[in-house]
Nanobody, 119 residues
Framework: QVQLVESGGGLVQPGGSLRLSCAAS????????MGWYRQAPGKERELVAG???????NYADSVKGRFTISRDNAKNTVYLQINDLKPWDTAVYYC?????????????WGLGTQVTVSS
């Protein structure tokens, strides 16, 4: 049974930081591309950061310079470091597992973790 379990969300003030984690089980983690998506109320889910099985990363323009995705294959975990949070970063953040080298070809989703940026 495949599970992607996100953690690390919460309420944070503008300018603050968070580190989201996604622990994977039931898959050969190192073989999968991983991604972080977010969905704000009334908006479509969007890819904010991806990392291929080979370690190549890509980011949405709106988060470049503030978000960093990384993976630890020994721990079957992908991370999203979020700095300088903005109110418009408020969303549910979802972890995804996808085909090798194809971050957008999602095979599995996590249930999400809420990030709220507010003073």
């Amino acid at each position: 049974q495949v599970q992607l379990v996100e953690s690390g969300g919460g309420l944070v003030q503008p300018g603050g930081s968070l580190r989201l984690s996604c622990a994977a089980s039931g898959i050969s983690f190192s073989s999968y591309s991983m991604g972080w998506y977010r969905q704000a109320p009334g908006k479509e889910r969007e890819l904010v950061a991806g990392i291929t099985n080979g370690g190549m990363t890509n980011y949405a323009d709106s988060v470049k310079g503030r978000f960093t995705i990384s993976r630890d294959n020994a721990k079957n975990t992908v991370y999203l470091q979020i700095n300088d949070l903005k109110p418009w970063d408020t969303a549910v953040y979802y972890c995804s597992a996808a085909w090798p080298n194809l971050v957008r070809r999602v095979l599995y989703w996590g249930l999400g973790t809420q990030v709220t940026v507010s003073s």
